[in-house]
């Protein structure tokens, strides 16, 4: 079992940078791919970033590559998404998504191969 709690959300103005945060815990969180998705109101989840769990491998959405970063500090459990340049169109709320594996260089980027969730934190961007 791996539980997974985000922070870092909050109203901020285009242009402006925020950090989000997912807290993993449990016995497997360090063999975790983890990935970051999003959903606006009244929209499907959609996927954001993830990186696999040796934290070498990383893979974006098209619109947020070269805005957003993923890291992992694999000693401290947590995983970042550093958001810079938002936008309007970045509002939602954040979830971060972890899937077990075996393989250090995975990642994954469906909604339905994660295994866990967290229950979001919610960014939005003023115009």
């Known amino acids: 079992q791996v539980q997974l709690v985000e922070s870092g959300g909050g109203s901020v103005q285009a242009g402006d940078s925020l950090r989000l945060s997912c807290a993993a815990s449990g016995h497997s969180a360090s063999s975790a791919a983890m990935a970051w998705f999003r959903q606006a109101p009244g929209k499907d989840r959609r996927f954001v970033a993830s990186?696999?769990?040796?934290?070498?491998?990383?893979h974006y959405e098209d619109s947020v590559k070269g805005r957003f970063t993923i890291s992992r500090d694999n000693a401290k459990n947590t995983v970042y998404l550093q958001m810079n340049s938002l936008e309007p169109e970045d509002t939602a709320v954040y979830y971060c998504?972890?899937?077990?594996?075996?393989?250090?260089?995975?990642?994954?980027?469906?909604?339905?191969?994660?295994?866990?969730w967290g229950k979001g934190t919610l960014v939005t961007v003023s115009s």
């Open positions: 998504a972890a899937r077990l594996t075996e393989n250090s260089r995975y990642y994954y980027w469906q909604t339905y191969e994660h295994d866990y």
């Open positions: 990186i696999s769990w040796g934290g070498d491998d990383t």
